[in-house]
Nanobody, 127 residues
């Protein structure tokens, strides 16, 4: 089992940047595919980005591609989401999640495939 704690959210103006972190407690962090999702009011929780266990493979939602970068440091048990050129429509609660199934597959886009979730961190982008 792994416990996830997100940090780094806040209020930023459109065009600005934020870096989210997700710290994992547990000795098996490197065995999890990690994902970021977001949940805006009135919308479904949606996929943002995912990274493979080694960090060599990544995937992004079309809406954030070229603006957001996911990375991980397995030595620090942490996954990051660098968010640049933020837009008001990026406003949401951002969650990190861990998938314990082996392999890298398109299931990383599906929230139901993830086994563990953090509590979320609020990101608000003002226009």
């Amino acid at each position: 089992q792994v416990q996830l704690v997100e940090s780094g959210g806040g209020l930023v103006q459109a065009g600005g940047s934020l870096r989210l972190s997700c710290a994992a407690a547990g000795r098996t962090f490197s065995t999890y595919t990690m994902g970021w999702f977001r949940h805006a009011p009135g919308k479904e929780r949606e996929f943002v980005a995912a990274i493979s266990r080694s960090g060599l493979s990544t995937a992004y939602a079309d809406s954030v591609k070229s603006r957001f970068t996911i990375s991980r440091d397995n030595a620090k048990n942490t996954v990051y989401l660098q968010m640049n050129t933020l837009k008001p429509e990026d406003t949401a609660v951002y969650y990190c999640a861990a998938d314990r199934q082996p392999g890298w597959a398109p299931r990383y886009r599906t929230k139901d495939e993830y086994d563990y979730w953090g509590q979320g961190t609020q990101v608000t982008v003002s226009s």
